[in-house]
């Protein structure tokens, strides 16, 4: 993108910006929620650019009066502080030039959201469950890092130990922006504890990551929904075995079931399986729309294919791969105990890299 086209696009972003500011005190917006939460949302995003506007504007006009003195002063003290002042501008010239180009990369509308992750064991038998609950804690002692809260919403345990499956509601701030690189599938390679000849086994777990969806997002008809009551079958007592407070719904035109039983309530636990089902739903309308998209544009990073292999934990040589971007760590034990940042910055990165690259702004 040459000089002129980009501050073009600033000029106009800043105007837009502008616009949006005197929308959300109009109080004909404010009385529309859908609207107001858009436009509110729009504007917090807009501005880390229009700042960065603001200020290349004033640096790009800094550097022309500098280049001015050195041009036309003849004391050489007042000459020679104006060239250093230049060299600082010119410097901070580039570097606002590419922040202002990954600035401009097209954010996912879905990354300010909350997710609903589901971890489920595949090959592997009661190993595969076993793992479902190790990355359930790397998860977990990451989100602690981040300042992330979470709710477990339903789980299934495994055989002798560890989890079928386990799904739990994710809160904070950017989390699908943060954790949606990790859908698909995990495959681990260790010595099970079960294991008497000390063979290496692979196993496998799918993990989902749902951006979680609001009736401003998508609107559920509830004659389309089944409930249906039945009685937890996890941890909890007496309470437990004498109510039928787990929760079932089914999404009768698409087959789309969804369990919630760790609330104690069936209350609770119907609210939070209608949050997971209109996620559910809404992530399938966003796959159907990448599905489109992709056949002018393959990701790399973000395949939508949750059926993929993203990433080998390997035990025996302490590592750990993405192979979407052939990234390898040799910290897995701390990995494993929620040092996963690392990888998250460097799957954003060429998720970045990527759409550089579409928008011809390399």
């Not at 436009?39 to 650019?49: F, G, H, Q, T, V």
């Not at 603001?54 to 006009?61: A, C, D, G, H, I």
């Not at 003195?69 to 580039?94: P, V, W």
């Not at 086994?201 to 389309?224: G, Q, R």
Request: glycine share 6%; charged share 35%.
């Amino acid at each position: 993108m040459s000089k002129n086209n980009l501050l073009q696009k600033l000029e106009q972003i800043n105007v837009r910006y502008e616009e949006v500011g005197k929308l959300i005190v109009d109080p004909d917006i404010i009385s529309d929620m859908k609207r107001y939460v858009r436009l509110n949302k729009e504007y917090k995003d807009l501005e880390p650019l229009v700042k960065a506007y603001k200020e290349l504007k004033n640096v790009t006009e800094n550097i022309a009066s500098s280049k001015e003195i050195i041009k036309t002063e003849t004391d050489a003290e007042f000459k020679e502080m104006a060239k250093m002042e230049l060299d600082e501008l010119q410097k901070r010239l580039e570097e606002l030039n590419e922040e202002i180009k990954w600035l401009l990369i097209p954010k996912d509308p879905n990354d300010d959201k909350n997710v609903i992750m589901e971890f489920r064991a595949g090959t592997g038998g009661d190993e595969a469950c076993i793992f479902v609950e190790d990355i359930f804690r790397m998860y977990t002692m990451y989100f602690k890092e981040k300042g992330f809260s979470y709710t477990v919403l339903n789980s299934n345990d495994g055989g002798t130990s560890g989890y079928k499956e386990i799904a739990m509601e994710v809160s904070g701030e950017e989390v699908y922006g943060t954790l949606k690189f990790e859908s698909g599938v995990h495959r681990v390679q260790r010595v099970p504890e079960t294991e008497s000849q000390g063979r290496v086994h692979t196993s496998a777990i799918t993990v989902a990551v749902l951006p979680e969806a609001e009736d401003i997002d998508f609107k559920l008809d509830m004659k389309d929904v089944r409930k249906d009551t039945y009685r937890s079958s996890g941890a909890g007592g007496q309470h437990v075995n004498k109510t039928e407070s787990a929760v079932r719904l089914t999404h009768i035109p698409t087959n789309t079931v969804v369990e919630c039983q760790d609330g104690r309530s069936q209350h609770k636990n119907y609210d939070k399986a209608l949050q997971v089902l209109r996620s559910k739903l809404y992530q399938a309308e966003v796959d159907k729309a990448n599905a489109e998209r992709s056949e002018q544009r393959k990701s790399l990073v973000s395949t939508g294919d949750r059926s993929a292999k993203i990433r080998t934990y390997n035990y025996p040589q302490g590592r750990v791969t993405d192979h979407r971007i052939n990234k390898t760590m040799y910290n897995l034990s701390s990995f494993m105990n929620g040092d996963i940042q690392e990888m998250i910055d460097a799957l954003k990165m060429a998720e970045n890299a990527e759409k550089l690259k579409a928008g011809g702004m390399e």
